[in-house]
């Protein structure tokens, strides 16, 4: 239900902009985000946006990415400037089934809560 697309490799200080396109339902009042995972790392928080557009950042990418989404298109993106080495894993895209609210930024950045995930894309930085 969810499909990302966008990553690759590039060089350190470069940029990519990652896609994550839903099918099946709509997440218009719904929790978006974006998670990654290096090699032998837990899954981390990297973003999160909320249905009418409020965004919150994990504080490694905060100033260098940015997160939006198109409701209309059932779409979020993650925009990622100033790439560096320790950016390099396996991104994914995330959805929460339930209507967002209630509770706050901090509760969204974990992964647990999110039912509905994308297959991943790896963005691989050199240095």
């Known amino acids: 239900q969810l499909q990302a697309s966008g990553g690759g490799s590039v060089q350190a200080g470069g940029s990519l902009r990652l896609s994550c396109a839903a099918s099946g339902r709509t997440f218009t009042r719904n929790i978006m985000a974006w998670f990654r995972q290096a090699p032998g790392k837990e899954r981390e928080f990297v973003a999160l946006?909320?249905?009418?557009?409020?965004?919150f950042y994990g504080e490694s990418v905060k100033g260098r990415f940015t997160i939006s989404r198109d409701t209309t298109q059932n779409m979020v993106y993650l925009r990622m400037s100033s790439l560096e080495p320790e950016d390099t894993a396996v991104y994914y895209c995330?959805?929460?089934?339930?209507?967002?609210?209630?509770?706050?930024?901090?509760?969204?950045?974990?992964?647990?809560?999110?039912?509905?995930w994308g297959q991943g894309t790896q963005v691989t930085v050199s240095s």
């Open positions: 995330a959805a929460d089934s339930t209507v967002a609210g209630g509770r706050s930024d901090y509760y969204y950045a974990r992964a647990g809560i999110y039912d509905y």
């Open positions: 946006a909320w249905p009418l557009g409020r965004t």
